[in-house]
């Protein structure tokens, strides 16, 4: 008989090692109102405190630290550094390093520097390539930085234009890196959207927009609150800066043309395709689950809900969740591009239950608790602005926890947000759960005191070997005479949730 030492290390070795959708998230459910707990003690940097008022424990980390400096007076000040915004990833392809801002690069695992990054802001990580992180600089220069080398490398320059801008501020590249959509302001106050190729490394297509900049803020238009690129790259998605039924603000084009709301355009010539909303809130843009593209945002147009969801190809809009709960001082992240599907809901207001959840793109309601955010919310550096990982099971949110409640404080941290690992592995080694005989030849049985819906049996490194439904029994029976000799994981998905084991075959 082959003796293996099973031990809590390697359950905890083969829970990071299976594949995304092994990996737990918390559970789905309606959403639930659920009031902060007593605000925890602010963790040191690196270290972790658990929220258990949700469904799921959710262990919180804190990633950033304050930083002392000198100021040119001579004075001493205090830097609180943070993730930039809700639509800007944090993370880099593979999760395994994370930045701050557009200042330093870090290992993902264990929290400690990597580089500092240098004339790079605004900077973008590549959603394919791990190693790399993209900038588009106000001049026109577009930057590679490749973080295993600390090398940065001018690869394109865009002239012509007084300043040029991703978003400004809340765009993002396509989910392959093939298209960005930037908008250069002109000295006349015309506004152009520039479809950059970022694998040609040259610009596809222009479209004039005549005085849509105007003469206000050098940085930012008059007319436009923010360009960007759909996540497919097929759309070019505009969401004009002023309010529905406020006529006097619409920007006329020079065919005259009211553009307001939300617009959608053809990404390869900025052909106009639809207005899928006539006003826009904050939103992100994302999938359904469906397979459509789809903006996500605070508010809509009928049904009295609180977060919709508008295609991009004009054939709709979904009432998402219609909770007084979740209001427009919150934000919306679909960053989570390797999980689509979903969006990831900021809730700012204590007296709103001050969460973070996770809705489904569908009409069904569902929601992921991934607990509380824990911040005083008392100025824009402390809107805890939660934007989801690649994957989709991790979360980043800015808070003081509770440590400096005043108006206008600058006092934020960011933390990470994930399923507790512990509550998993107490879920593996439920005795709710019996597996007999084990070591097994050639079957194994599973007893469960409550209904089991599937099994799926995985290798020690992670692969999926085999699947079983089961209909309405707490007991089933497994034939293992394909299977080599040597350690296997089960996941056993009963009514009440997922519980992980191991078996022997000899």
């Not at 790399?132 to 930085?145: Q, T, V």
């Not at 003469?215 to 008059?222: L, Q, R, T, V, Y």
């Amino acid at each position: 008989m082959k003796k293996i030492k099973i031990t809590l290390i390697s359950i905890l070795t083969i829970y990071l090692l299976l594949p995304v959708s092994a990996q737990q998230f918390p559970n789905d459910m309606q959403y639930q109102s659920i009031a902060p707990p007593p605000t925890p003690a602010l963790p040191n940097y690196g270290e972790s405190v658990i929220d258990n008022s949700v469904s799921n424990p959710i262990k919180i980390t804190r990633v950033t630290e304050a930083i002392n400096y000198i100021d040119g007076n001579g004075d001493p000040q205090i830097w609180y550094p943070t993730h930039e915004y809700a639509k800007t990833q944090v993370w880099n392809a593979d999760q395994t390093k994370y930045k701050i801002a557009s200042w330093k690069v870090y290992d993902a695992n264990t929290y400690q520097e990597i580089h500092q990054l240098s004339s790079m802001y605004p900077s973008y990580w590549s959603n394919i390539n791990p190693d790399l992180i993209w900038s588009f600089r106000e001049n026109g220069d577009i930057k590679k930085y490749t973080v295993s080398t600390n090398t940065t490398q001018i690869v394109a320059n865009i002239p012509g234009y007084e300043v040029i801008k991703l978003g400004p501020g809340e765009g993002n590249i396509d989910k392959t890196d093939n298209y960005v959509a930037l908008v250069g302001k002109k000295t006349n106050g015309d506004l152009d959207v520039i479809i950059f190729n970022l694998q040609t490394l040259q610009i596809d297509h222009t479209e004039t927009f005549v005085g849509a900049w105007g003469n206000g803020e050098f940085s930012f238009p008059d007319y436009i609150d923010w360009v960007s690129i759909s996540q497919s790259g097929n759309y070019v998605i505009i969401n004009w800066n002023n309010a529905l039924n406020q006529t006097n603000n619409y920007y006329l084009d020079q065919g005259g043309f009211n553009h307001y709301g939300i617009e959608v355009y053809n990404r390869s010539d900025m052909s106009f395709q639809n207005r899928i909303v006539p006003y826009g809130n904050h939103g992100d843009l994302g999938y359904a689950i469906d397979g459509d593209e789809v903006y996500v945002q605070f508010y809509g147009e009928y049904g009295g809900g609180t977060i919709y969801m508008h295609k991009l190809n004009g054939t709709g809009s979904t009432v998402l969740n219609t909770h007084s709960d979740i209001g427009v001082t919150g934000h919306i992240s679909c960053r989570n591009i390797n999980r689509p599907g979903w969006a990831y809901v900021t809730i700012s207001e204590t007296a709103q239950s001050a969460q973070i959840i996770a809705i489904k793109l569908d009409n069904s309601g569902i929601v992921e608790h991934f607990g509380h955010h824990f911040s005083s919310a008392m100025s824009y550096a402390q809107a805890a602005m939660a934007v989801a990982s690649p994957n989709g099971n991790k979360i980043c949110f800015k808070s003081d926890f509770g440590t400096d409640p005043v108006a206008n404080s600058n006092v934020a941290y960011s933390f990470f947000a994930e399923v507790d690992a512990p509550s998993l592995i107490q879920g593996m080694n439920s005795n709710n759960i019996i597996i007999y005989p084990n070591p097994a030849n050639d079957y194994i049985k599973i007893k469960s005191q409550n209904i089991i819906k599937k099994v799926i049996i995985y290798n020690t490194i992670g692969q999926e070997i085999k699947t079983l439904q089961v209909l309405n029994s707490n007991i089933t029976s497994i034939n293992t005479t394909t299977l080599n000799n040597g350690l296997y994981y089960l996941k056993i998905t009963t009514e009440k949730g997922n519980t992980i084991k191991t078996i022997i075959i000899q």
